[in-house]
């Protein structure tokens, strides 16, 4: 059907996170919806970045278990690693989810073309390449859903053995005896985690004064101390001026300092809107000098009819769940139905390195910067009986509320965890953040005893005024 124009309710430039979630919600409300994809429903997310990466994270989980089972009375000898298993296993999770993911969309008759989608000025999208190079579909309403793909940073040219991205990475069959991860962030962060946890000698280059600069600076110390009892080398404040490769390893140059001998360099510089070649002349959408497009609080862009979800959006956390919720108030609001913008300082965010990290709203510095008078309250892991239970004590929880005038807490502003499987934990605090909970509100809220959650129930109480175990 190449050149024959299809006429769509919506069309979807991109099926990752963002834009099958528009297909799948706008479908289940009865419109007709086409995705554009180049590669496979799913995105990055799917194939290339949180999927994966959590799949061989939970391998070193595994190794670690196993490493220390003697802990337990159990004896484990002759610990080896067979990689390429976890990433036959990585395929296969993948695969099934992939296959779940298009069955789903064919269950509610959305159409699939398989190419790189070009918006028009006239709301019509030109599949320019691909299976279905030549298909013309029209929308009423488009939404761009293009995606990010990874930023590298000059002279390191990625060359998918010795300098890596994310999409490379998660393709190895074997791991390198050193590594060095460019950058320090959430990502960063999570390979430097696991390469460390697989047997690698692992360094961090940060170019900002701390890793996890985004993070509340006393968990972000709690990863930074777990990560040097390792052996990870963590440099901060570098400036990296390239690097010199010479038979299968290479040294980093770093300005006024040693320079840094490596087998694998890993870039984790953030990633960058895929919006090349994504718009015509004359469709109207601003896109910013960083290359991303513009849209206000309810996606829509600059021109009629046209919005954009997930990580191509300007100014919005680059996260899958963050996409998910996008492509809701999209078809909330191509549906003329009452929407809720996302509020980008509540969103939850979850770090999955060892320790795990999660959180959602201001930390401390953001909420005083802010004109808050706050208390604070924080309880480490080691008191909570079932952190000593796995054996695995390292963390903290805190949390911080608007001051009362008798120095309690009231509105909870911000819940901030590392530690023992944070990630699986920050619901209830996400819950009270967002529904501007009091302290004394979340705290009459029981937890189950025992387990890792006492110890957000703990912080609350003390937050509230009387904490059982913690002043």
């Keep these: 059907m190449a050149n024959e124009v ?8 991109g099926g990752g996170p963002g834009g099958y979630a528009a297909a799948l919600y706008g479908a289940a409300a009865g419109l007709n919806i086409a995705i554009v994809e180049f590669d496979k429903v799913g995105g990055t997310c799917l194939h290339r970045g949180c999927v994966p990466a959590k799949e061989f994270l939970e391998t070193a989980h595994v190794r670690r278990t196993v490493e220390h089972a003697s802990n337990f009375g159990i004896e484990a000898t002759g610990v080896t690693v067979d990689f390429a298993v976890s990433q036959n296993r990585k395929n296969e999770i993948v695969d099934r989810l992939f296959k779940g993911l298009s ?58 053995t010795l300098v890596l991205t994310s999409d490379e990475f998660l393709d190895l069959s074997a791991l390198p005896e050193r590594a060095t991860v460019i950058g320090g962030g959430a990502i960063g962060c999570e390979f430097a985690s696991l ?16 890793i996890l600069a985004g993070c509340d600076s006393e968990v972000a110390t709690v990863v930074q101390r777990s990560f040097k009892k390792r052996g ?41 809107a895929r919006t090349e070649g994504l718009l015509a002349d004359g469709t109207g959408v601003e896109i910013n000098a960083g290359g991303f497009v513009v849209a206000d609080s309810f996606m829509r862009t600059s021109a009629p009819n046209v919005f954009a979800v997930g990580d191509v959006v300007a100014g919005t956390p680059q996260l899958a769940h963050v996409g998910f919720a996008e492509a809701i108030v999209a078809i909330k609001t191509i549906l003329g139905e009452p929407a809720v913008p996302v509020d980008y300082d509540r969103v939850p965010w979850a770090i999955y390195s060892n320790p795990e990290v999660a959180f959602c709203g201001l930390t401390e510095a953001a909420a005083k910067e802010k004109g808050y008078d706050v208390v604070v309250k924080k309880d480490p892991f080691g008191g909570n009986s079932r952190a000593q239970i796995i054996g695995d004590t390292e963390g903290v929880v805190k949390i911080i509320a608007e001051k009362r005038a008798d120095g309690s807490g009231g509105q909870i502003l911000g819940v901030h965890m590392a530690g023992p499987w944070v990630t699986e934990q920050l619901g209830a605090g996400y819950f009270a953040v967002n529904w501007e909970a009091t302290a004394e509100e979340a705290a009459a809220l029981i937890q189950p005893h025992p387990s890792l959650s006492e110890t957000f129930g703990e912080t609350l109480l003390a937050l509230a005024g009387r904490g059982l175990h913690l002043a």
Excluded: C, W, Y
């Excluded at 299809?6 to 430039?13: A, E």
């Excluded at 959305?110 to 190419?115: H, Q």
């Excluded at 390469?195 to 701390?210: A, N, Q, R, W, Y």
């Design 232 to 272: 990870i080398d963590i440099r901060v404040g570098v400036k990296i001026t390239g690097h010199t490769p010479k038979k299968g390893t290479t040294t980093i140059a770093i300005e006024g300092e040693d320079g840094v001998e490596t087998d694998m360099v890993v870039m984790s510089v953030g990633r960058r």
């Design 195 to 210: 390469l460390s946890d697989m047997g690698t000698k692992v360094t961090i280059l940060e170019g900002l004064p701390s």
């Design 6 to 13: 299809q006429q769509f309710d919506v069309v979807v430039i």
């Design 103 to 160: 069955g789903l969309l064919k269950g509610r008759k959305v159409t699939i073309f398989s190419g790189t989608g070009r918006l028009e000025k006239d709301l019509t999208v030109t599949v320019v390449d691909g299976a279905d190079a030549g298909v013309v579909a029209k929308g009423t309403n488009v939404i761009l859903a293009a995606g990010s793909v990874p930023r590298t940073i000059p002279g390191f040219d990625i060359d998918g």
